[in-house]
């Protein structure tokens, strides 16, 4: 996989020179390749210069099943060495079919009171460089991620160097190490030690090559990345690309992708954990953030992320931040709180042979339930409304819940939303229409780049001034209701009421509108046009969004679908927010 890294290289460089002292993990392939470099060549061989000239250059290789070879390591150090006007800064080389990337840090090295720069007080500058060796095909989302742990690395180096001296005291037992090999060496003869490598010998007496060692085998394990440099840093970093594999290999998700995800929250979405709460909160630090502890405690599926601000009594801003973090760090998905109207449907990149390993995983949870059973019940879109009888028991409900949550969190089941469409004509809206629905839309997404407090206390605004319509709305109509002898003019009133609300549609929408029997109701006309002006009926909003949006009952927009039917027609889809959580989804 090309998110995975390829090596890890430390490289110090001061006033004694510049010298590789750790890379990992390190093989015989290098040095015998080197080795074989340096042998004397056949005298007897012929140059075909003429073949050289005119043909093309081979191709070199140097990814060797998985591992960095054809560098040594004086070559590495002379490429990783930079001046230190490129310190602190990204670094980028591309040879062959691998990328270098870093962040070469500079250090102060620390006083001690035998050194002789101790006495002139002039601390003397050292350049570290760790370096992580990619493949050259990987994207740029995949090299800005190394590129910040490289400096994060840095960084935590540079704190430790400052306080205690730790990069000089690890320094000095590296080039130690590789001195004593070198000694070996050369009381053999000069013979290389194949048996021995001096990286071996770092790897127990350094704690910083242990660390680099944990990096790169988290990195290619999980893609998390937890420990303390020497035992006083923490370190976390999170690879993206690796750890939102999920059940799919080669399935990878951008961290733009997740930027846009958290970007499309609204306070009505849910979350979805992926491991346990108690084992999540086991894992966590002693000084982990209270906000998230309280979040964690109050978590449920069945709520939405306003609810989850009230219980845990946070901000829906802070809500909204702990789950951007759960989300990238992996550990939780957004959903739409589990609630009988939802609808499901077997996810389209769904497992559904019967040697598939989430088979055994669903039976260890489920015992005596079969998973392909299972997913076959949901092979058209359904709802939990119609899986659940009148008489259901508590348990049933509660199993069928449990059941839900596996598999949504195995990403086997997809929820499906009702988009609604205007189509009072063969031609779908004017143009006068679109271009208004659409500037309403636009007016909306700008408006919705605000803080979710914003967001929160607009909808909060935009609901009370929707009460006094409604309120105003019955109080005109309540009149009207006490005159039953002028039959005439509650007709004229209405046509007058009508036309007013149908001012902005054309001739032949009007028509199409006032064919409807529902049309006669003011209050269901009012609905439908505040919709159409609003810009819902254009297939971009579904249901919940407007009923949060518009402060509007389920059954408010249910009814209304049933009695415009002949201008409305509904389609059923994923939510665009979520959808990066499936394989299909760009």
């Known amino acids: 996989m090309e998110a995975d890294p390829i090596s890890v290289i430390l490289v110090k460089s001061d006033s004694k020179g510049d010298r590789l002292l750790f890379r990992y993990p390190y093989t015989k392939d290098g040095r015998s390749e080197s080795n074989q470099q340096h042998r004397k060549k056949n005298p007897y061989t012929l140059n075909t210069t003429e073949d050289i000239l ?80 990619l493949q050259a095909v990987a994207n740029h989302s995949i090299v800005k991620c190394y590129y910040d742990l490289s400096k994060r690395l840095g960084v935590a180096l540079r704190h430790e160097e400052k306080r205690c001296g730790y990069v000089t005291d690890q320094m000095k037992q590296m ?84 930027d846009r995800c958290l970007q499309s929250l609204r306070p009505y979405h849910g979350l979805l954990l992926l491991i346990e709460p108690s084992h999540l909160l086991d894992s966590m630090p002693l000084d982990s953030s209270p906000a998230l502890l309280r979040l964690l405690k109050m978590y449920s599926p069945l709520k939405s992320l306003q609810t989850l601000s009230a219980d845990a009594d946070l901000t829906l801003a802070q809500v909204f931040n702990l789950t951007g973090h759960l989300v990238y760090w992996g550990h939780a998905i957004i959903i739409y709180p589990l609630c009988e109207s939802n609808v499901y449907v077997v996810s389209p990149d769904a497992p559904t042979h019967a040697n598939s390993p989430l088979v055994e995983k669903f039976s260890e949870h489920f015992p005596g339930e079969s998973l392909l059973e299972v997913m076959s019940e949901f092979s058209a879109p359904v709802s939990l409304r119609h899986k659940l009888s009148p008489v259901s028991q508590p348990q049933q409900t509660a199993r069928l819940l449990q059941t839900v949550v596996w598999l949504l969190q195995n990403r086997l089941l997809l929820q499906l939303h009702t988009y609604m469409y205007f189509m009072p004509t063969e031609r779908g809206l004017s143009q006068t229409q679109d271009n208004n629905q659409c500037r309403n839309v636009s007016q909306r997404e700008s408006s919705q780049l605000s803080t979710p407090d914003d967001t929160l206390s607009q909808s909060v605004t935009r609901a009370a001034s929707e009460t006094d319509v409604s309120s105003t709305i019955s109080d005109e109509a309540a009149p009207m209701t006490t005159v039953q002898t002028n039959t005439w003019l509650d007709k004229s009133t209405e046509s007058i009421i009508h036309e007013d609300l149908l001012t902005d549609f054309t001739e032949e929408e009007r028509a199409a509108i006032l064919k409807v029997p529902a049309a006669a109701n003011a209050e269901d006309l009012k609905l439908l046009v505040r919709l159409v002006h609003q810009g819902y009926l254009h297939g971009m909003h579904h249901l919940e969004e407007i009923m949060y949006l518009e402060n509007v009952r389920r059954s408010q927009l249910l009814q209304l679908l049933d009695k415009f039917r002949e201008v409305l027609i509904t389609c059923e889809t994923e939510d665009p927010a979520i959808s990066m959580f499936y394989l299909h989804s760009s």
Not at 219 to 242: A, D, H, Y
């Open 54 to 133: 005119q043909g093309p250059a081979p191709q070199t290789f140097n990814i060797d099943k998985g591992h960095l070879t054809g560098f040594t390591d004086e070559v590495l150090s002379t490429l990783f060495a930079v001046k230190q006007e490129l310190c602190e800064a990204k670094f980028e080389l591309k040879v062959n079919d691998v990328r270098f990337v870093g962040h070469p840090t500079l250090l102060q090295s620390s006083l001690r009171k035998n050194s002789s720069d101790s006495k002139q007080g002039n601390p003397s500058c050292v350049l570290i460089h760790i370096v992580f060796a």
């Open 175 to 258: 080039i130690l190490a590789h001195d004593e090999v070198t000694a070996r060496q050369e009381e053999d003869g000069g013979k290389p030690d194949n048996k021995t490598s001096p990286f071996d010998i770092i790897l127990q007496r350094c704690s910083l090559a242990s660390a680099l060692r944990t990096v790169y085998d988290d990195l290619m394990s999980t893609g998390l990345v937890r420990l303390r440099i020497n035992r006083w840093i923490q370190l976390t970093f999170c690879l993206p690309q690796k750890v939102h594999q999920f059940h799919k290999k080669g399935f990878m998700i951008e961290p733009e992708t997740i």
